[in-house]
């Protein structure tokens, strides 16, 4: 299965998940993000993307349309950004913490996904305007939408590093879907792994040194760490469900991730080192997927 057949399996399941982010404001009182994950969920009957709390699993519905809206990322102040469907194809767009204000930043006939934000404010997203997924770059406000990888290939799954110096992907490039790094400007394209199997959804550690990822390496998926060159690769769960999705918590010591251990996928936590697996949604065979720690 090419990486372009993944993302298209993987958008159908996540169809069928959708990710909640559980937090609201009160009155004109700042609020603190910390300890709160955004993630997406069919749980009302269609994708929304809903704000929990990671303490308490209290959560709040951020979108509320008739379209799919997944893939939420977190802004260095707090926004979210997301993609949606609700005006007639793939588009990434971006919200408050609270689900006001949401505006469309993309516009165009082919899919735009899977947003992440860098630290300086800018957002990375892949999109296949020009026949095949590619890995872009914009301003906040949508602006100097610029390809960063072009090649045949297709490149997916974005993610800054939150110094700021390099972006992680996934491409099938050479055969197989592997984990790549590059400059932000899209130079000094590397190979991080190598294996038969697929390696999906590169998660920074906060200071840089690691990356999180989902394989199929091992004949199921499962949750592995390596170091930020591919180095001293790690199984961090081990059993035959399906474990995906990993997100560090903004102090490194969590993990938080997809898993349908329990029959249908919910989010759960665990320590960096696997150990403490803890389940944070409860949902009656409804999925909830792609958890991302507030910063």
Request: proline share 4%; net charge negative.
């Amino acid at each position: 299965m090419n990486l372009k057949q993944r993302f298209t399996l993987a958008a159908m399941v996540i169809a069928t998940i959708i990710m909640v982010i559980v937090v609201v404001a009160s009155g004109n009182k700042p609020v603190s993000f910390n300890g709160k994950i955004a993630f997406y969920s069919n749980r009302d009957g269609n994708q929304e993307i809903y704000l929990m709390n990671s303490s308490n699993g209290n959560l709040t519905r951020l979108t509320d349309n008739s379209s799919a809206d997944t893939a939420p990322s977190w802004s260095p102040d707090g926004r979210i950004a997301f993609c949606s469907k609700r005006d007639g194809n793939w588009e990434v767009y971006i919200m408050e913490a609270n689900g006001s204000n949401q505006v469309r930043l993309t516009n165009n006939s082919n899919a735009d996904v899977d947003p992440w934000w860098s630290p300086d404010g800018r957002i990375a997203f892949c999109s296949d305007r020009d026949g095949n997924y590619e890995i872009y770059s914009m301003n906040a406000d949508g602006t100097k939408q610029t390809n960063l990888t072009n090649n045949t290939a297709n490149d997916t799954f974005a993610q800054w590093s939150l110094d700021g110096t390099k972006i992680a992907f996934c491409s099938d490039r050479d055969g197989n879907i592997e984990i790549y790094a590059m400059d932000t400007d899209g130079s000094n394209q590397t190979r991080l792994t190598n294996s038969p199997a697929d390696d999906l959804e590169p998660s920074w550690f906060p200071d840089g040194s690691k990356i999180a990822f989902y394989s199929n390496r091992d004949g199921n998926d499962e949750i592995y760490v390596m170091d930020a060159d591919g180095s001293n690769i790690t199984k961090l769960t081990n059993n035959a469900a399906f474990d995906a999705f990993p997100c560090w918590s903004p102090d490194g010591s969590k993990i938080t991730f997809s898993s349908d251990r329990d029959d249908n996928v919910e989010i759960y936590i665990m320590n960096a080192d696997g150990s403490n697996v803890i389940r944070l949604t409860n949902n009656n065979l409804r999925a909830d997927v792609t958890p991302r720690w507030a910063p």
